[in-house]
């Protein structure tokens, strides 16, 4: 499915469920769950269908026999969980007008939750009985009818793109701002893929829909020897019940094992996260400055390098003392939850990087421990609900250069979706994440992408206006971007786009005032004009004559207007 075809279908549900919202019994705010819910059954069938065959065939193998085993136990073995006849999305579609639409979705839910224990109370039930109004006594109806026409025949990330496209509708309509419940699906990418995770135990203290889980797994799955088994644990927080909800569908959908808390990460640590965990991802809420130092102060996840404090006590009365911006609580977090050999990725405000005072304290100790592995500075409008610049940190408690940090400076790097919003390529995301690869010293994924590239040049068409299929000048890009940049298949500093900075030095860390923000370190590209210096010069003084020229026109205008305004007044 292309770009322009994804959009346009989501473009086209939207509208649909909007048009019916008017007619329905539930306020806008409460219109959420219900469509998620259909949303989630639209996509549990498609996924089911998939592994169907093999479910039926396995069970049938053993029927009657000692070895027989439930059907739900195998479907849930193969496909991570089980879907009865009665709770298929198609099955309820096409239920004639004289049943119970509600009770029967209802029910459906119920179904699914009692076969699948990650589910237990999280799908939506008694809400479907208010979807109708004594006005329009069919809205539920029209609303399967909206969602049928999400294609079964690709991807389960369309889910995640689906859902992440309605999510950010919603948020918008209920004036909720910050991206709060998700982060965009190819930034989680390319978050991934920097990070190249394995097995273990992954964290995300402010986890959303649970993006950063399910991106994390189908990486592993991509490059897992075939056959073998993802080897995933997922440990969420989030602090809102409803996206609680939504976090344990996503991953059940996608077959990834996890607990979800219910919890506010600044407060509570339920999973005793100190030094616990192989990964950590997360996408937090930017610059609050709501929390309770009191609170926080005296916890190690967050002391380690520093609490972010005032310099001076701001609160007054009885109101408690509170820390100027979490953002380096957070950062404090990611870092002090690492195993010893642990790697976390982040998003953060741009400010982040250059923050002063107490957050310039801690900022310091980060980079002289020598976690910090490497910063990337985002371009503008990836995020669909939030339009604050944000930068990338990347955490590696077994770095082998303890002195350095990678720089990346990516903000001229996007594909345009529309006026208003871009995203990362395929290869974007490839062509980013092997600068990495290269500073790690691993020119044998350089070597292969580029084979890869060749290979699709070869056999791509000359042109093209399918977004599937590119033609031959797309790949011969690709390839010219790499090979330009890194001629000798190895790491080197380029201009305007990556620099491995030492903490010592000229235009060292230490040298730039222990700022991590890319733009300081990277430079920027001088194109050559392709002029003499004799020509530059005739350039400026023509230049020069054309503004003096324009100044006097500008002059005589602006007396002629005052002249006017005088005669006008006089006459009246």
Not at 79 to 88: D, F, H, Q, V
Not at 109 to 130: F, G, H, N, Q, R
Not at 179 to 202: N, Q
């Amino acid at each position: 499915m292309t770009n322009k075809q994804l959009k346009e279908l989501k473009d086209r549900l939207w509208e649909g469920a909007d048009q019916l919202r008017a007619n329905s019994g539930l306020k806008s705010t409460e219109y959420a769950t219900p469509i998620l819910g259909l949303i989630f059954l639209r996509f549990a069938e498609s996924k089911y269908s998939q592994y169907e065959e093999a479910i039926n065939s396995e069970y049938k193998k053993n029927e009657g026999t000692r070895t027989e085993r439930p059907i739900h136990e195998i479907a849930i073995e193969k496909c991570g969980y089980y879907l009865p006849p009665e709770a298929r999305f198609e099955y309820l579609l096409n239920l004639p007008e004289s049943e119970d639409l509600a009770l029967a979705t209802k029910t459906a839910m119920e179904e699914v939750e009692k076969y699948t224990v990650e589910l237990a109370d999280t799908l939506p039930k008694d809400i479907y009985y208010s979807v109708n109004s004594e006005d329009d006594p069919l809205v539920l109806a029209k609303l399967f009818k909206v969602f049928k026409d999400i294609p079964t025949n690709v991807s389960l990330d369309i889910f995640g793109e689906i859902y992440e496209y309605f999510l950010g509708k919603f948020a918008l309509a209920e004036g909720q701002g910050g991206g709060e419940f998700f982060t965009p699906s190819t930034v989680v990418r390319y978050m991934v893929e920097v990070l190249a995770p394995t097995d273990g135990e992954i964290f995300d203290p402010a986890c959303g829909s649970g993006g950063m889980f399910v991106q994390t797994a189908h990486y592993i799955a991509r490059h897992n020897a075939k056959g073998k088994d993802i080897n995933l644990r997922a440990y969420g927080v989030e602090k809102t019940g409803a996206t609680v909800k939504l976090a344990k569908m996503n991953l059940v959908l996608n077959n990834v094992r996890g607990t979800i808390t219910e919890a506010n990460s600044y407060y509570r640590d339920p999973y005793d996260c100190f030094g616990r965990f192989n990964y950590v991802m997360a996408n937090p809420p930017f610059n609050v400055d709501e929390v309770e130092l009191d609170q926080v102060k005296s916890q190690a996840r967050y002391n380690t390098y520093g609490v972010p404090q005032n310099k001076t006590k701001k609160a007054k009365g009885d109101a408690k003392e509170t820390v100027p911006n979490a953002n380096y609580l957070w950062i404090n977090l990611f870092a002090t939850s690492l195993k010893e050999n642990g790697r976390a990725a982040l998003v953060m405000a741009n400010s982040a990087s250059d923050a002063g005072n107490s957050e310039k304290d801690i900022r310091i100790k980060l980079i002289e421990s020598g976690i910090i592995s490497q910063m990337v500075t985002l371009p503008s409008n990836l995020f669909t609900s939030v339009t604050l610049p944000a930068t990338l940190w990347f955490f590696d408690r077994a770095k082998p250069k303890q002195d350095e940090i990678l720089f990346i400076d990516a903000r001229n790097i996007f594909t345009q979706i529309d006026r208003a919003h871009r995203k990362f390529s395929d290869e974007q995301i490839k062509n980013l994440a092997i600068i990495s690869r290269l500073y790690e010293g691993k020119t044998d994924e350089f070597a292969t992408l580029l084979e890869e590239y060749r290979a699709a040049l070869a056999a791509a068409p000359e042109t093209s206006d399918d977004e599937d299929t590119p033609p031959k000048a797309y790949w011969q890009n690709q390839i010219d971007w790499l090979t330009e940049r890194f001629p000798d298949g190895v790491y080197v500093d380029v201009i305007g786009l990556c620099k491995a900075a030492k903490l010592d030095g000229e235009d060292g860390i230490i040298d730039q005032d222990y700022s991590l923000n890319p733009g300081r370190y990277v430079g920027v590209v001088i194109e050559d004009d392709g002029m003499t210096e004799e020509e530059f010069k005739a350039e400026i003084l023509s230049m020069n004559a054309e503004l003096t020229a324009l100044n006097a026109a500008a002059q005589l205008l602006e007396r002629t207007i005052t002249e006017n305004l005088q005669s006008l007044v006089s006459g009246a």
